[in-house]
């Protein structure tokens, strides 16, 4: 077990969620989605918790569980592959403690592209992260996994020096543990039961207390 911050040389971020709240921009963000499947008829009785899946889980996951029809998910697909944010977002408030972590940050993010590149240009994060990451569903069959293997392979940490923060424990959590990495379940508003084995914080304070233990 680490016990020096000293010896914490990088940390990867999920992006929804982690460095957000996805609800202060979804409903405006997805309303042509939300406005397709509710247009379609079918989902009329699960839409609020569909919509509410759809801005805390990939879309194809939530797809699958709720049985959309293979030409409902490419249709929405085709939506999401083109929709871009271009409002105002803030990020969480105690998110401006890290920015002043003196160690490598890596920002990791699954979705479309011009979607999340967008919330990346809005958030103005290319400043805060040595690298940013969005891995595309619909053009890359590499998983966070992947991504968190490469980043410690090209910059030689051990997997000691690196610590995984994001909001799902099934999947970029899963994935640091898979690779022996620790990592740190961010869920801000509390929804969600503690899993044993898992490190679970709801403000990034506690994350900078992690990295001052002595």
Same mark, same amino acid.
Not at 23 to 29: A, V, Y
Not at 30 to 46: Q, V, Y
């Given at each position: 077990?680490?016990?020096?911050?000293?010896?914490?040389?990088?940390?990867?971020?999920? $992006?929804? %969620?982690?460095?957000?709240?996805?609800?202060?921009?979804?409903?405006?963000?997805?309303?042509?989605?939300?406005?397709?499947?509710?247009?379609?008829?079918?989902?009329?009785?699960? $839409?609020?918790?569909?919509?509410?899946?759809?801005?805390?889980?990939?879309?194809?996951?939530?797809?699958?569980?709720?049985?959309?029809?293979?030409?409902?998910?490419?249709?929405?697909? %085709?939506?999401?592959?083109? $929709?871009?944010?271009?409002?105002?977002?803030?990020?969480?408030?105690?998110?401006?403690?890290?920015?002043?972590?003196?160690?490598?940050?890596?920002?990791?993010?699954?979705?479309?592209?011009?979607?999340?590149?967008?919330?990346?240009?809005?958030?103005?994060?290319?400043?805060?992260?040595?690298?940013?990451?969005?891995?595309?569903?619909?053009?890359?069959?590499?998983?966070?996994?992947?991504?968190?293997?490469?980043?410690?392979?090209?910059?030689?940490?051990?997997?000691?020096?690196?610590?995984?923060?994001?909001?799902?424990?099934?999947?970029?959590?899963?994935?640091?543990?898979? $690779?022996?990495?620790?990592?740190?379940?961010?869920?801000?508003? %509390?929804?969600?039961?503690?899993?044993?084995?898992?490190?679970?914080?709801?403000?990034?304070?506690?994350?900078?207390?992690?990295?001052?233990?002595?």
């Amino acid at each position: 077990m680490k016990t020096t911050a000293h010896m914490i040389k990088a940390i990867i971020f999920d $992006l929804d %969620n982690t460095i957000y709240p996805v609800p202060q921009i979804g409903t405006k963000l997805f309303a042509p989605l939300f406005e397709l499947i509710e247009m379609e008829g079918d989902h009329s009785r699960d $839409l609020e918790k569909i919509k509410d899946e759809i801005m805390r889980t990939p879309f194809q996951k939530v797809a699958k569980d709720h049985h959309f029809s293979e030409e409902l998910t490419s249709k929405c697909i %085709n939506i999401l592959k083109e $929709l871009a944010y271009t409002g105002a977002i803030e990020p969480f408030a105690d998110f401006e403690v890290v920015r002043g972590l003196p160690v490598d940050k890596f920002l990791v993010t699954t979705g479309f592209t011009k979607m999340q590149q967008s919330k990346v240009d809005r958030l103005e994060l290319a400043k805060d992260f040595k690298e940013i990451h969005i891995i595309d569903p619909t053009t890359s069959k590499k998983g966070k996994k992947d991504v968190f293997a490469d980043i410690i392979q090209r910059y030689e940490y051990d997997k000691e020096d690196v610590i995984v923060v994001g909001d799902d424990v099934n999947s970029e959590i899963k994935a640091a543990h898979e $690779l022996g990495v620790e990592a740190v379940w961010y869920d801000k508003y %509390n929804r969600y039961e503690a899993k044993e084995g898992v490190k679970k914080i709801a403000d990034y304070r506690k994350l900078v207390e992690r990295l001052l233990v002595y």
